[in-house]
């Protein structure tokens, strides 16, 4: 896993690919190779050209898994997918596009709420297989959900900030989105299914299922 983007991102992805496997004995889980790196350079500095590119970094997280004896590599950061072109040239190991799984989970929709740091929505990676499908895309405020990526970040995932995660989805809703998609991993720790009036797409969740059924295959 290429992770630590950011780390209880990382800690969440990994608690649902323990909880997705019907586990009776702990040997019955497969072996997951870890490198939580709060390290790698900051996706949205960088698209916005105010900071280095991340992709060295992944790639070099991506052959280190590599050589460790990694048999598949998954990435829980939607902005980091903006460098998927250097995980997957780094490496021969297949690559689990948490973009691609989550746009299979929307059909459907007509419109989704894209719930997205702005590094995800600039490098339109859910705008354009979205759109290509024919499903509309509404965007939230972008400070807002920098405000709560950050208050989850910093650790603050209690009720102040499940309301405003509830807020924004709220708001995404009223102006027609029929689908919500958490397209950041930070999101799912403050905003959940119960907290939307419409259905709640959870990339972690997605990618998660996908890792596990690659790694029974």
């Keep these: 896993m290429i992770g630590g983007m950011g780390p209880a991102a990382t800690a969440d992805f990994m608690a649902r ?6 586990a009776g004995h702990d040997h019955d889980h497969p072996r997951i190779l870890v ?3 709060p390290h790698v350079p900051d996706r949205n500095a960088a698209l916005a050209g105010t900071g280095p590119s991340p992709g060295p970094a992944l790639a070099a997280m991506a052959r280190g898994l590599a050589a460790q004896g990694a048999a598949l590599l998954a ?5 980091a997918h903006g460098w998927a072109d250097d995980v997957r040239a780094a490496t021969d190991l297949p690559f689990i596009d948490m973009i691609d799984a989550s746009v299979a989970r929307l059909a459907g929709a007509r ?3 894209l719930i997205a740091v702005a590094a995800t929505l600039d490098a339109r990676l859910y705008h354009r297989p979205l759109e290509a499908a024919g499903i509309g895309v509404i965007e939230p405020d972008r400070a807002e959900v920098a405000a709560l990526v950050a208050r989850v970040k910093a650790g603050d995932v209690g009720p102040a900030a499940q309301a405003a995660a509830t807020v924004l989805a709220a708001g995404l809703v009223a102006t027609g989105a029929d689908m919500l998609l958490a397209a950041c991993t930070e999101i799912p720790l403050v905003l959940g299914q119960p907290q939307c009036r419409v259905p709640l797409v959870e990339t972690t969740q997605v990618l998660a299922d996908a890792v596990l059924e690659a790694a029974a295959a």
């Design 35 to 37: 490198d939580s790196n």
């Design 111 to 113: 419109t989704v709420g």
């Design 17 to 22: 690919l323990v909880r997705g496997v019907a």
């Design 75 to 79: 990435m829980p950061c939607n902005a």
